[in-house]
């Protein structure tokens, strides 16, 4: 039973939440066959901070490659600081995916996650050529 401070007569009309700096520039990447409703092959949700084109604070999820969302920790913490460029990041997601361990029909997601990583990055840090 879900419990609230609300009388019967009083409805929700809005709400507000603060929104940090890396929060306000995020995307949203979801990678299908065809624009649809299909189920993501892949998807990436990105939340960055980026100051003078350098990484200041980087989070990163994968989703539809695994049981559940999978973060990709190692490479936030080796980006931080980095140039926010297609070069800097690719070196890094690329060992991030090394220990990927796929089932031999689903090989194909690595390489499309990897690119869906770097084109979520570049396009939250504002680099619409991604």
Known sequence: MLLNR???DEIITGYSFSVDAASANSVYLKVRERKSFEYAKVSAA???EARDGRIQAL???MGS???RPWRLRAAEAKLAGAVLTSDALTPV???EFA???P???QEYKVRLARNAA???ILLAGGKSHA
């Open 6 to 8: 609300m009388r019967g």
């Open 46 to 48: 990105v939340c960055l």
């Open 59 to 61: 989070r990163v999820a």
């Open 65 to 67: 490659i695994a049981q």
């Open 93 to 95: 997601l690329d060992e």
């Open 99 to 101: 220990s990927a361990r």
């Open 103 to 105: 089932a031999s029909s």
């Open 118 to 120: 770097r084109r979520a």
